[in-house]
C-alpha cells in the first residue's frame, strides 16, 4: 500500500517518526514529506523523501485548493502530523486526495500528557489503521541503536559536547559550559579522550566566546558542520553531552553514550532514545550540576567500557 506520511517539523521532530518507520518498514511503501535537516537522517527508512519547503507543498495552506495540486497526486492513504486550527489544511488534503483515506493528527501530543512524542506517533499511525505495534517500536528504540554506526564504539576516542539548541530557553549558559568543560579535562576518566565542542547556526555568537576562554588545545571546535561532517564527528564518539536538541537525540539514536540535560524541556515525552542515555534536568545551573552532569558522563563510560581509553 502506497502511503503518504506528513511530518514537517525541526530535526529531533523527524527523528521521533524513526520507531515508526523502521516498525512498518518492509509492510507498506512509504512516502515521506519532512523538513531538513533531519530528512536526510531519516530518508534510508522510507521509499520516497520529499522536503517539505520543497516547490508545492505550500498550498496545502491556500484558503482554496490550487489547481496544480501538491507534489504527490496520488496515494492509497494519507497520514498527516499538522496543527490545523482553521481546518484548511485538513480540507484541501480531502480534496487532493478525494478518494483516499485522509488521517489528521496534531503534531504533538498535549503538553500534560504522560507520553514520549515517538510512542504518540506510532499510536496515531496505529489508530489511523497501519500496521504497526507501538510498544514493540518504542522499546525497540529505548533497547537498541536503531541507526547503526559503522565501527564498535570502543574503538572511537572522542568526546562530543554540543551547548546549545535551536531554542534558548533549553539551554544552560555558556559559564556553565565553560566550567564542565574544564573540570572535564581533569577527570581522569576522560584524559586521554580526543574532545570535540560542537556549535551549530544558533550558537554562532558563542563560538569567539569559547574559543577565547578555552585554555587547551585539546578542545576541537567544530563549527556549523554540514551533515556529511557531523556523521564523520558522531561517527568517532564514544561521548556525548548535550541539550534538548536534535542531534542529542541523533547521537541516542546512534548508540553513543548520551548525557541529555533538559531545563524547559518535558523529559517524559522527549528523552533521548537508546541504550546508553541519561537524563539530567534541571530549570537553572544550581548547586551540584555540574557534578551531575560528570557523574553521568563518567557512568556511562565505565558501562560502556570507554572510560580511560
Known amino acids: 500500500m502506497n502511503t503518504l506520511i506528513i511530518r514537517p517539523g525541526a530535526f529531533g521532530d523527524t527523528l521521533m517518526l524513526l520507531p515508526s518507520l523502521i516498525n512498518i518498514s518492509g509492510s507498506l511503501t512509504i512516502t515521506l514529506v519532512a523538513r531538513q535537516p533531519g530528512l536526510h537522517f531519516v530518508q534510508d527508512f522510507v521509499n520516497r523523501s520529499m522536503d517539505f519547503d520543497s516547490a508545492g507543498w505550500h498550498r496545502l495552506f491556500l484558503e482554496s485548493p490550487a489547481k496544480d495540486g501538491l507534489p504527490v497526486s496520488e496515494t492509497d492513504f494519507v497520514v498527516a502530523f499538522l496543527n490545523d486550527e482553521g481546518g484548511a489544511i485538513r480540507r484541501n488534503l480531502n480534496t ?56 564498535p564504539l570502543q574503538s572511537c576516542n572522542t568526546a562530543v559536547v554540543h551547548p546549545g539548541s535551536g531554542g534558548t530557553k533549553k539551554n544552560q549558559p555558556p559559564d556553565f559550559w565553560l566550567k564542565v568543560l574544564r573540570k572535564f579535562m581533569r577527570e581522569p576518566a576522560f584524559q586521554k579522550m580526543a574532545t570535540s565542542l560542537l556549535l551549530g547556526p544558533a550558537e554562532a555568537s558563542l563560538h569567539s566566546f569559547f574559543r577565547k576562554n578555552l585554555e587547551s588545545t585539546k578542545w576541537e571546535i567544530c563549527f556549523c558542520p554540514d551533515n556529511e561532517t557531523l556523521t564523520g564527528l558522531l561517527g568517532k564518539a564514544c561521548l556525548y553531552l548535550g541539550h534538548d536538541s536534535g542531534i542529542t537525540h541523533l547521537a541516542a539514536m546512534l548508540g553513543i553514550p548520551t548525557v541529555a540535560l533538559f531545563t524547559e524541556s518535558n523529559s517524559v515525552q522527549w528523552h ?15 548547586i551540584g550540576l555540574i557534578e551531575k552532569v560528570l557523574k553521568a558522563a563518567t557512568d556511562l563510560s565505565h558501562a560502556a567500557g570507554v572510560d580511560g581509553l
Do not use: W
Not at 133 to 141: G, V
Not at 272 to 286: E, H, N, R, S, T
Open 96 to 151: 487532493y486526495f478525494p478518494n483516499t483515506p485522509v488521517h489528521f493528527f496534531p503534531s504533538f501530543p498535549a503538553k500534560r500528557e504522560k507520553i514520549h512524542v515517538a510512542r504518540y506517533i506510532s499510536n496515531c499511525l496505529k489508530t489511523a489503521g497501519l500496521p504497526i505495534d507501538p510498544r514493540a517500536a518504542f522499546e525497540n528504540a529505548v533497547m537498541h541503536p536503531i541507526m547503526s554506526m559503522e565501527r
Open 272 to 286: 533521548p532514545l537508546g541504550p546508553a542515555v541519561q537524563v539530567v534536568q534541571k530549570k537553572g545551573p544550581g
